[in-house]
């Protein structure tokens, strides 16, 4: 069956640096976009960046385009999230999901399949 499995999360300083890793499982991740979600306390669910499965074409949310990196190594089955210069505010839970789909979204309903989060705390 599908899986996703978060990992990377951590207690970091304000302007560090972390990559999150989402393993993947029980699909052929060419034709899924996979995408990073996160969830602070008190906050709704926002999408931060996607990736579509082909083309590897990246989408960013605004609010993080120019801190965090998407990539994906489909031999490996493993989609990345670089996440840096972190920020207090980047304090979350952080999932990654998974679509059957090309193209790029960041809507949470179109994505089916959802890791079980890594937590990321930025704090000095």
């Known amino acids: 069956q599908v899986q996703l499995v978060e990992s990377g999360g951590g207690l970091v300083q304000p302007g560090g640096s972390l990559r999150l890793s989402c393993a993947t499982s029980?699909?052929?991740?060419?034709?899924?976009?996979i995408a990073w979600f996160r969830q602070a306390p008190g906050k709704e669910r926002e999408g931060v960046s996607c990736?579509?499965?082909?083309?590897?074409?990246?989408y960013y949310a605004e609010s993080v385009k120019d801190r965090f990196i998407i990539s994906r190594d489909n031999k490996k089955k493993t989609v990345y999230l670089q996440i840096n210069n972190l920020k207090p505010e980047d304090t979350a839970v952080y999932y990654c999901?998974?679509?059957?789909?090309?193209?790029?979204?960041?809507?949470?309903?179109?994505?089916?399949?959802w890791g079980q989060g890594t937590q990321v705390t930025v704090s000095s």
């Open positions: 990736i579509s499965g082909t083309e590897h074409v990246t």
């Open positions: 999901a998974a679509s059957y789909q090309d193209g790029y979204t960041l809507d949470s309903e179109e994505y089916p399949y």
């Open positions: 029980g699909f052929n991740l060419d034709y899924y976009i």
